[in-house]
């Protein structure tokens, strides 16, 4: 996959809970920025002095009607992650005029807006692709619902944003009152052929899967994106030796291999992120503590036999790693 790394600077900054924080990215040089599709994300690269490049992906919301301009504007929110340092160094440091790059938007969560009929659910924070969704099926006027689940309205962002797009096709859900959203009736009660986006906690994703494999449904159409806050910050950091090319890299606590790797201009091959697509595992020659393989791609095999990794996601727990690469 090629990386272009863009030029931006923090144009906004504007709390949405006491946790989430809103956050403009503008193009540095005033040039527009790629065009992108709902579902889509960009990866932040950002520095920090005592930790070493941070990497973290988020979704892309979009613009809001006359106020920005989504070809000059990046819109995305940031929850404070308390393990994970990557979200607490950004709502420490960003402001206004602080410069940074992105990587040109990448969508592992396309919408099909040809279908007869579409439910949007978010959970948490998850909410920032479906606010894009949403957008885009009410602007063309597409049969559509959409689900917000939270803890409660204080804690959700975007309530009145959805509110204002999707009107009365959208239901918010507050589990601290009523309890876990009921899945399974939700997609039971939808009208035939509908299709099912859903972005949230992992287990919230798990839970629509298999709410969608017990009434019989076709698995693709439950399309889903996991919300991963990345590397929870008590990552340690570790040297990778790249055998055949001979160079060393290191990888901070809050970077993935692959991340480190493609800072450091080393060609590799990668598309998911996510340890899904199986693009990325590279051939392990020696690690000097035990793999914390974190890929949905690798077999249970694989995985004990340690002679591989996904780099997009996996680590290692020790100081250094060897890969035949
Ligand atoms: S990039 Fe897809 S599994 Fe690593």
Known sequence: MASKHIEVVVAGVRPLTPRIKEYLLASADGRPLPRYEPGAHVALH??????GPIVRHYSLI?????????????????????????????????APGTRLRVAAPVNDFPLDRRDACTLLIAGGIG????????????????????????????AMAYRDMLEAVAGDRVRFHYSDAAGVLDLRGLLASQPDGTRVYVCGPAPM???????????????????????????????????????????????GPDASILDALRLADVPVLWD????????????????????DHRDRYLSAEERAAGQTLCICVSRIRGTRLVLDA
């Open 46 to 51: 950002m520095a920090s002095r005592d930790r």
């Open 62 to 94: 979009g613009g809001l009607a006359g106020r920005d301009d989504p070809r000059h504007v990046y819109r995305i929110a940031v929850q404070r992650e308390d393990r994970a340092r990557g979200s607490a160094f950004i709502h420490d440091t960003f």
């Open 127 to 154: 909410v920032t692709p479906i606010v894009s969704m949403a957008r885009s099926l009410a602007r063309r006027g597409c049969r559509y619902r959409v689900v917000y689940a939270g803890r409660d309205p204080a």
């Open 205 to 251: 994703i798990a839970a629509t899967h298999d709410a969608g494999a017990a009434l019989g449904w076709d698995p693709g159409r439950v399309r889903s994106e996991v919300f991963a806050a990345g590397p929870t910050g008590d990552e340690t950091a570790f040297e990778v030796e790249l055998r055949r090319s001979g160079r060393t890299v290191r990888v």
């Open 272 to 291: 998911c992120a996510r340890g899904e697509c199986g693009l990325c595992p590279l051939p392990v020659v020696s690690a000097d503590g035990p793999i």
